[in-house]
């Protein structure tokens, strides 16, 4: 049973293969308007398919637009890649050019087709998924970022029709392509991703001659050490956004049971450093650049975070590192993944797929891998190694002796809009406006 599966998926990949090379050598000019491409039987020997395979692939091109089907002749290119130009709109959240190095990576995709413009278009975090939802819907978007969140938010309300349905990538890590999948369909192709982690200041736990964190550590052990490196006044041990989606629910993840009780006794965890003023700043913020922020200043010494926020750091005047988060009864942490999807009423669909391909291209991805801190979704791109071009922590590598702690706010089970009600009760109980038991009497009732 295995072996069959193994060997359509092996199927597809030459399907999605010969697909990706026609319509790459037609937008390239290689096969020019009114040239025809090789014949069935060629494609055949080029690609390792049978007959059907190949008509069956001739066909999504033809559906595309790219060509048209001459009956006893042959599948002739009816667009013209190097006589206009085409423009296709990407819109991206605001942090991907500190994330990815997008704008680089646009700039470099035009250079290679000329035929192909792009419109950068920055959208804010705050009703993401509303924007792009309008913007598809009035033809204003071509291709989208779009973390695993807000996939999952289409996924409820029922528009996951606003996306095209993409190709598997062979080389993606599998779990970022399931993150992006719903009952066997991949709705956008994985491009960079990455776990919450620790980072710390490494001269302050020498000048205190500390242990630094490592898998071992559960939250005792960190509220421990920590704690002593909460001086000269004025510094704290340890600080991480609390109102973040990707941060409280990792205690919830860590409880070990989706009870009320074990809930509350992971809530109750999470007050407890929350409200350590000896170990943890009285101060909140919307928004992750404060926790940098903080970092950098040698405020703090441990913060809670991701590779992705690691980028802002890249300047810092002393050394850092990074280290799993620690544990409470199960060793569990939030994963952050960022996808590229094409809308599916996209007039311009080849182009934008264009677009998705080379992003999610080796070279793309070894760029990304080289110039930033974050975790390109190709795997081989991830996990390169050479000389470095910029600083990187020690423990970089790190994630993949992780992979197996990885979760999403999907593990939860609970929709978005009982997530957000959770969130806002937290806040309540984390102020000291609702205690304990009313608390524990709303999870029991959501759950």
């Known amino acids: 049973m295995q072996k069959q599966k193994q060997s359509r998926t092996t199927f597809m990949e030459r399907l999605d293969n010969m697909v990706k090379t026609l319509r790459h050598d037609i937008a390239a000019g290689k096969y020019r308007t009114g040239e025809y491409l090789p014949s069935e039987a060629n494609l055949v020997d080029m690609f390792s398919l049978s007959i059907n395979s190949v008509r069956k692939g001739l066909e999504q091109l033809v559906a595309e637009g790219l060509i048209v089907k001459k009956t006893k002749v042959g599948n002739m290119v009816v667009k013209p890649p190097g006589s206009e130009c085409v423009t296709i709109t990407f819109g991206y959240h605001l942090s991907m050019d500190g994330i990815a190095d997008i704008s680089y990576l646009v700039s470099e995709f035009e250079a290679k087709h000329p035929h192909i413009k792009v419109v950068p278009v920055q959208l804010s975090i705050l009703n993401y998924n509303e924007i792009v939802k309008n913007y598809m819907g009035n033809d204003m978007l071509d291709v989208v970022t779009i973390r695993e969140t807000e996939l999952q938010t289409y996924e409820e309300r029922g528009e996951l029709d606003l996306l095209e349905p993409a190709a598997v990538n062979s080389g993606a890590y599998p779990f970022l392509q ?61 600080y991480f956004n609390y109102l973040s989606e990707h941060r409280w629910p990792i205690f919830l993840l860590q409880s070990g049971n989706r009870d009320a009780t074990s809930w509350i006794d992971a809530v109750r965890l999470s007050k407890s450093i929350v ?31 991701t590779y992705f926020n690691l980028n802002h750091l890249k300047n810092a005047p002393f050394s850092f590192d990074i280290a799993p988060v620690p544990h409470h009864n199960e060793q569990k942490t939030m994963m952050l993944a960022v996808g590229l999807a094409v809308n599916r009423r996209s007039k311009k669909k080849a182009a934008a797929q264009e677009l998705v391909h080379f992003l999610t291209s080796a070279e793309a991805q070894y760029h990304i891998r080289k110039r930033t801190l974050s975790i390109p979704g190709l795997k081989k ?14 423990r970089y590598t790190m994630y993949r002796e992780i992979i197996p702690t990885f979760r999403t706010l999907a593990d939860l089970r609970l929709t978005t809009d009982r997530l957000r009600h959770l969130q806002r009760e937290l806040k309540l109980y984390w102020s000291d406006i609702v205690d304990e038991t009313s608390l524990s009497e709303f999870v029991e009732q959501m759950l």
Not at 381 to 390: F, P
Request: hydrophobic share 35%; proline share 8%; charged share 25%.
């Open 178 to 238: 399931d993150t992006f999948s719903r009952e066997g369909v991949i709705y956008a192709c994985p491009l960079v991703f990455s776990p919450v982690i620790l980072c710390y200041n490494r001269e302050h736990f020498l000048g205190k001659d500390l242990p630094e964190p490592d898998s071992s550590w559960s939250w005792d052990d960190l509220v421990r050490v920590t704690s002593q490196l909460a001086e000269p006044p004025g510094r704290y041990g340890f």
């Open 381 to 394: 791109a991830a996990e390169w190694t050479g000389e470095e071009e910029m600083y990187r922590p020690s």
């Open 275 to 305: 409200a350590n003023r000896q170990l943890f700043p009285l101060y909140t913020e919307e928004y992750d650049i404060d926790a940098k922020s903080l970092f950098l200043e040698e405020k703090v010494s441990v913060i809670m975070t």
